[in-house]
């Protein structure tokens, strides 16, 4: 074995070890839950893109283009459903009671998916979706 010089002994005796701890926030408290509760700093990153998300989504909803698409829509669902009922209950195709229905279930549908837009912009601009 080698003998270590005077200056080599003289420069070990002056380190010391230090035991230094490594804190690491993850994004998620644990891999393999299901759940994945998020931990501060990947929420707040993740709570502003939903927020800008859900912002332009409410900027589209709450036009009155998209509530009367969604509207018409939604009508025509039911148009097909009635019709298809009343010719079930018949047994001939004919023009009933049915077709007067449409035209209100289109303006009931587009003043309630107008209501819900508003209502959702309102909470939107006042905080209470996904709080600021």
Do not use: C
């Not at 035991?19 to 709570?47: M, P």
């Not at 077709?99 to 279930?105: G, L, M, R, S, T």
Request: proline share 1%; net charge positive.
């Amino acid at each position: 074995m080698r003998k270590r010089s005077k200056m080599k002994n003289m420069a070990l005796r002056k380190y010391r070890i230090h035991r230094v701890w490594v804190v690491v926030e993850y994004q998620h408290a644990t891999r393999d839950s299901r759940i994945r509760k998020d931990l501060s700093k990947a929420w707040k990153t993740r709570k502003k893109k939903v927020r800008k998300i859900f912002a332009k989504l409410v900027s589209l909803i709450n036009t009155h283009e998209f509530t009367a698409i969604s509207a018409a829509i939604l009508t025509g669902m039911y148009a097909v459903w009635s019709i298809d009922q009343a010719f079930v209950q018949r047994g001939y195709r004919a023009y009933g009671g049915e077709w007067f229905a449409i035209p209100f279930v289109f303006i009931g549908l587009y003043k309630i998916l107008g209501w819900f837009a508003e209502v959702l912009y309102i909470k939107l601009h006042n905080g209470e979706i996904y709080g600021q």
